[in-house]
Every structure is written in C-alpha cells, then in structure tokens.
C-alpha cells in the first residue's frame, strides 16, 4: 500500500487545486512497470517533503476522465500543481534524485 493518498475524479478539486501546499499526482496504472519502479520513490517522498508538498496518486484506468483533462498520454506522468495551477510535468521513470532537481525548485 502506498503512503501516497489515492484520489479520484470525486474529490480531485479538492485534494490537489484548491490545496494549501503544492501537490504532486502521480498518474500510474497497477500493469505498469515503470509506475511500480517508482512507486518506493514516491513513498520516500512523501517521508522526506511532510507538510510541505502533498503527494497523490490517480489511477488512470479508474480515472480516464482526469487522465484526459490533464493529456496524459503515457504512464508514469507526474504533475506538480501550486496554487491550483500547473507548474511542472515529468513523463517516465527518473531516479529520486532527478525528481527532486525538478521538483525542489517549484516549491
């Protein structure tokens, strides 16, 4: 099981784009390879950042209507909104420490 919160189309709006803090989804499917190689990743994440950056997953194949909204076209994708807003967009599989030179400068 994930540290990260698993959302859905229900409650996205709330979660991610009206959030206090950035959030960073994670659009993944169970039948993907790369999604499970990031998964222990993002649960590093989620110890490391705390209070200061929200992590979610969206499961795509649950939520193709969210999947659409945001274009994502392959899996893993990673979506780093503040203030609502889209800041920065990571397709693939990256290595923690790639993750974090994109990520900590958004924050």
Known sequence: M???LEITSANF???VLESEVPVLVDF???WCGPCKMLSPIIDQLVDEYGDKLKI???NVDENPDLAGDYGIMSI???I???NGEEVE???GFMPKN???EKINPKL
């Open 98 to 100: 790639k993750l974090m």
């Open 28 to 30: 993944w499917a169970p």
């Open 56 to 58: 979610v997953k969206v």
């Open 2 to 4: 994930s540290k990260a």
């Open 89 to 91: 967009t990571i397709s």
């Open 76 to 78: 893993p994708t990673l």
């Open 13 to 15: 709006n709330q979660e």
């Open 80 to 82: 780093l909104f503040k």
